[in-house]
């Protein structure tokens, strides 16, 4: 069978097309997106520069392949609203997972349902910034007239799907990070919706309690894209869902770290999950279980602005990190540069410190880089343990998995093993991999077992001799980000 897996993320969309006989991807394509960035952490995309992105990445794909796609499934980053009126018109600019411009919104949300402990302690999440429900509440205090036509409010994927299928439907998974579900039950929490904006719940689509097939691809989208009338189309999910799916961190004691733009730490639980230190996520999964997630928002977006200012390419950005060395000279990186959610700081920056005379070179700040953005997955691994979920290994996907130097930095720091998947584009071959299963039911977990391999030629295991050069190092890492806490929040 021929699936396809529509990755729509930040920075382009990807579309892979999986042959589940052969086990293997027969066609892939992408087409780059560009961002709106703006001051106070606006971060924002049209959201018909997407549909145009789809359309070209199909438009590059063999007709014979492409005509035999039985089904599609969509990964979209998460938490973006997408202000649909009943006419199918997007009314503003979408605003982003990274958008941190409603921070303020956030308080006033918590605020209005006693506080974030109450909030977290009744919906399983806080209200953080990036979250769905703050974006809302800002489109109906700065554009009244605008949230008020406002008839159906949508995530990146589910305006994808609409567009496939002109079917208006959201998934547990996606849902449970608008900061508007209540985990815990599966659903819409009315309080809630209300502290947001009047009259958000007739704007909500009702969340499907299972992940499923929603319908069939529109004709005249089948024309546009040169697919079959028959192609199906699945329920898909949010990126970190469809990555699981893709990484096989669909069953208890699989642990994934992505590292991509944004930095993910992920897990399966059987059971609901919450942390009471709120550092981990209490997300849905798109599979009917449930997907313990650390989020951060500065990822690979700290390496590239490293070397981007160095003018480097990533080989040489690497052998720089490589030849500086564990600790780095001394030096250490606080990547905040778009904020954080973990920790929680919306107003964070990239921060440099301990310069001295001799110990500030492009190799040390290379480094320093590297191990500041693996800082933060500590924090992230350090919260799964608490919460009894045995770490033992990592699956590494993403950019940054591609970097040798990275996935043995990853290792020593983490002092875990590490492998890798053969098919790295995690999100779209997790999507595709989700409609196989949608479309022909049996277990998630047997799905993985047989179309997940893992390269053994990119593993990477921990030096104990450097344990404690990275255990005193986050201590010093912890000290430096918590002194700058009150400036960063």
Same mark, same amino acid.
């Given at each position: #069978? ?104 956030? &308080? ?69 990070? &608008?900061?508007? #579900? ?27 309690? $299972? ?7 529109? $004709? ?35 642990? &994934? ?39 951060? #928002? ?137 409609? #196989? ?29 450097? $344990? ?22």
């Amino acid at each position: #069978m021929f699936a396809a897996g529509i990755d729509a993320g930040t920075q382009s969309i990807k579309v892979v097309v999986y042959d589940s006989d052969k086990k293997s991807i027969i066609a892939s394509s992408s087409a780059p997106l560009d961002l709106i960035e703006g001051e106070g952490g606006v971060r924002e995309q049209k959201a018909g520069w997407w549909i145009d992105a789809i359309r070209a990445c199909f438009s590059a794909i063999d007709p014979g392949i492409k005509r035999n796609v039985r089904v599609i499934s969509v990964s979209g980053q998460q938490h973006g609203f997408v202000p649909m009126s009943a006419k199918g018109d997007v009314l503003y600019n979408v605003k982003l997972w990274c958008d941190t411009s409603t921070a303020a919104e956030c &308080t006033e949300i918590e605020n209005a349902l006693g506080g974030r402990a109450a909030v977290a302690s009744r919906l399983g999440n806080p209200i953080l910034p990036g979250y769905t429900a703050s974006k809302i509440r800002w489109l109906w205090k700065n554009h009244r007239e605008l949230y008020e036509k406002t008839a159906h409010v949508l995530l990146p994927h589910d305006y994808i799907n609409w567009y496939l299928s002109g079917e208006i439907v959201m998934e547990r998974g996606d849902a449970s990070g &608008t900061g508007i #579900m209540n985990v815990f039950k599966g659903d819409w929490d009315e309080e809630a919706a209300a502290a947001v904006a009047p009259g958000l719940m007739d704007k909500l689509p009702a969340i499907s309690p $299972k992940p499923g097939i929603i319908g069939r691809i529109r $004709k005249e989208c089948a024309a546009e894209l040169d697919l079959a009338e028959d192609t199906v189309i699945a329920s898909g999910g949010g990126d970190n869902m469809m990555s699981a799916i893709g990484t096989g961190a669909v069953e208890d004691g699989v642990v &994934t770290m992505s590292l991509g733009t944004s930095g993910t730490l992920f897990s399966s639980s059987s059971h609901p999950f919450h942390d009471a230190k709120l550092r981990l996520a209490s997300f849905a999964s798109s599979t009917g279980v449930w997907l313990p997630l650390l989020c951060t #928002m500065n990822c690979t977006v700290a390496s590239e602005t490293l070397r981007k200012l160095f003018e480097l390419d990533v080989k040489v950005f690497d052998a720089a990190a490589d030849k500086a060395g564990p600790g780095a000279g001394g030096l250490m990186m606080l990547p905040f540069f778009n904020g954080e959610r973990v920790p929680d700081y919306p107003h964070g920056e990239g921060v440099l410190l301990g310069m001295r005379q001799g110990n500030v070179s492009r190799e040390n700040i290379a480094r320093a880089t590297l191990e500041g953005v693996t800082y933060e997955f500590i924090l992230g691994l350090d919260a799964f343990r608490e919460n009894g979920i045995d770490v033992s290994s990592l699956t590494l996907t993403g950019g940054g998995s591609k970097s040798r130097v990275w996935r043995q930095l990853v290792a020593d720091m983490t002092q875990c093993p590490v492998r890798v998947p053969v098919i790295r584009e995690a999100a779209a071959f997790g999507a595709a991999l989700h409609g #196989m299963w949608c479309l022909e039911g049996g277990r998630i977990e047997d799905v993985g077992r047989e179309h997940i391999a893992y390269d053994d030629s990119t593993s990477a295991y921990p030096d104990e001799s450097q $344990k404690e050069i990275y255990r005193a190092g986050y201590e010093r890492w912890l000290r430096y980000s918590d002194s700058l806490s009150q400036i960063f929040r």
